[in-house]
Each structure stands twice: as C-alpha cells, then as structure tokens.
C-alpha cells in the first residue's frame, strides 16, 4: 500500500483479488490475510498499524475494512479540520468514534456469547 492513494481504495483492491481466488476454490488462512493487510498499510499509518498488531482479540477482514474505513475518515476530517485550524473538535470526534467503535464491538461480544 502507498500513501498516495486511499487506503480503502488499495483495500478493496485486495478483497477483490481474494474473492477471485476463493472462486477458484484456493482458501487463505484469513488471519494471515488480515495481519499481511496490516502490515502493509502505508508508512503514515504507522501508529495505527502497531495498535492493530497488538489487539487482544483477533479480527477478520470485514472488521479490519471497518476499522480502516473508520481511520481514514478521521484523517481526512482531521486534515480538513487543521486546514480550517481546529485541532480540538478533531480530537474530540475522533475520541467519539474511538468510544462508539468499543461500545459496537463490546455489544457484537455480547451477542455472540448469547448465542453459543
């Protein structure tokens, strides 16, 4: 992945070079497609890649979309933000975002302990 490009655009490129090989019945291990994603995500990405690699939990791919898609946002409200020049309103959608993603995954959690 480059920083010159959305990462949602390079990710989706991706899923669909995987949808081509499982219809030709070729399975990969998704956590090692999902960490080879992570560790390729742009230099600028850096923080975010290392607080992925170091979650408890294990993650699949349409969650790693989830999260990327979440993060790109934010750093394209960020961006547009500093260039109208206010960093705390940024900060404090981002800490939102950070708090609704948690209370989305604690519930998704939740739900899937309820069904075992």
Request: glycine share 4%; charged share 35%.
């Amino acid at each position: 992945m480059v920083d010159g490009r959305s990462v949602m655009e390079q990710f989706n490129e991706i899923k669909s070079i995987l949808d081509r090989y499982s219809q030709h019945k070729l399975a990969l291990d998704e956590f090692i497609v999902v960490m080879s994603i992570i560790d390729k995500l742009p230099p600028s990405w850096k923080n975010f890649r290392n607080s992925l690699k170091h979650r408890k939990e294990d993650i699949n791919l349409d969650e790693l979309g989830t999260h990327l898609r979440i993060e790109e946002d934010l750093r394209k409200e960020e961006k547009s933000k500093s260039e109208g020049s206010n960093h705390f309103l940024s900060k404090l959608s981002k800490r939102k975002v950070n708090v609704m993603l948690r209370k989305t995954m604690k519930m998704k959690w939740n739900l899937e302990g309820v069904n075992e």
